[in-house]
């Protein structure tokens, strides 16, 4: 009796059905190719069009003079100094918990991987205010640290701790699908020819996942730079100190000041449109 697959010809296996018109027509093709590049642009080119018209609607000179206001330098600067500090760190953490849930079997190990996920699932308000009632004065560790003179909370060291936990998952879950699916059979074997635990690693983990890596390390620093929720929490937004750059907008917006708010939202916007090229270029990369 002949199986099923046996019946199938070799050479139609992985072939279009031209019976079942599985293979889409090429008005169909046109049509779905027009939708998505008319929605591409009433969603994403229309709203970055007005942004760069309001920044540019007063002149050139009125845009830089917008973008070099002392507060909005700051936010800049700010914003960049998180993202430096954050993204190394997630990347360090990523590839532990990666290799540590990809290498090991112990009791725990999916609990592990559910509480990477949890950032994900949690808003980032309230992700800043349980930092707020951990830390903060009148917080569960509030009166311990006030009383080594530790102040946390509205300082730039509580952004980059709520900008850790927000972005923590985004390496970790690039890593852990790629270096399950390789296996760790090359590994296995350098350590079998004699290679120390760092050699292995350097010379063998680092060169397959490096493209993962640095693809979640990309997503990793549009989501620092653009945080909002968890940082207004904890920040206080102290015009000048703790504010980083979504911040100033809105505190722009808040005094009227609509050409220096577009202007700072462009700047926003051109870290984000170079971190989608990064982003392609990276995906490019992995897949040739």
Known sequence: MQTATSL???AAIGQPSRRHGIKPSRLSQCLLIASAVFLSILFIGV??????????????????????QPATLHAVWLTVL????????????????AWLVTRFRFPGRRLLITLIEIPFSVSPIVAGVTYL???GSQGLLGPLLESYDIKIMFTVPAIFLVSLFVTSPFVARELIPLMQAQGSEDEEAAITLGATGLQTFFYVTLPNIRWALLYGAVLCNARVMGEFGAVSVVSGAIRGQTNTLPLQIELLFNDYNVTGAFAA???LALIAVVTLILKYLLERKQTS
């Open 47 to 68: 709203p970055m069009a007005v942004i760069f018209t309001y920044a540019f609607r007063e002149g050139i000179a009125v845009y830089f003079t917008q973008i070099l």
């Open 8 to 10: 199938v010809s070799p």
């Open 82 to 97: 998180t993202a430096i500090v954050v993204v190394p760190i997630n990347m360090i953490f990523g590839i532990c918990v």
């Open 265 to 267: 939202s462009s700047t």
């Open 133 to 135: 009632f951990l830390y």
